[in-house]
């Protein structure tokens, strides 16, 4: 074998194995950035869960405010009506 035949083996065995080394590189990026994005994902949906989570208990606690406004309104009227009867009750003593 001669030189140049050497040479030319070489060359081509050095461009085969950039080629071969390139590429998984570049399957590794990729495998990477797919794990990547992965995790990025996960997070975003346990994120948007605990949003979702966190707007379900105002929505629960909204409720249970408007029952104890009702309630409460409910129970200032009695109380109004109370205070009402007791007025003419004294306004009648108060006559004798």
């Not at 590794?28 to 966190?54: H, N």
């Amino acid at each position: 074998m001669d030189g140049l035949t050497i040479t030319a083996a070489i060359s081509a065995a050095a461009a085969i194995s950039g080629i071969v080394l390139g590429w998984l590189g570049r399957s590794r990026s990729v495998r990477q950035d797919t794990a990547t994005e992965a995790s990025k994902d996960a997070r975003l949906q346990a994120d948007i869960e605990f949003i979702k989570r966190g707007v379900d208990d105002l929505r629960i606690e909204q409720r249970a405010q408007g029952k104890r406004f009702d309630d409460l309104t409910e129970r200032v009227t009695r109380v109004e009506e109370s205070a009402k009867q007791a007025h003419k009750r004294l306004d009648r003593l108060e006559a004798e």
